[in-house]
């Protein structure tokens, strides 16, 4: 579980606010379930899912990277 905001996934999800960020690293954000399910049912090419303990039941036998983040963070 990620617990610090110094996380380097973190910063670096934070980063991608800005398009520069997102043009420079050819990464994007899709934010809540929905956008997320959708992706990975059209094989989008998924590097992280990143969710609150919560919503990490729902991506439990998902074949991707998911990485639980506390709610603090």
């Known amino acids: ?5 110094q996380n380097s996934l973190i910063k670096e999800i934070r980063s991608l606010s800005d398009k520069k960020n997102r043009d420079k690293l050819g990464v994007y954000v899709l ?3 929905k956008p997320v399910s959708e992706a990975i049912s059209l094989n989008v090419a998924i590097r992280d899912i990143v969710v609150v303990e919560k919503f990490a039941s729902h991506f439990s036998d998902c074949a991707y990277n998911v990485q639980v983040v506390s709610d603090e963070v």
């Open 1 to 5: 579980m990620i617990t610090s905001k």
């Open 31 to 33: 934010e809540g379930i």
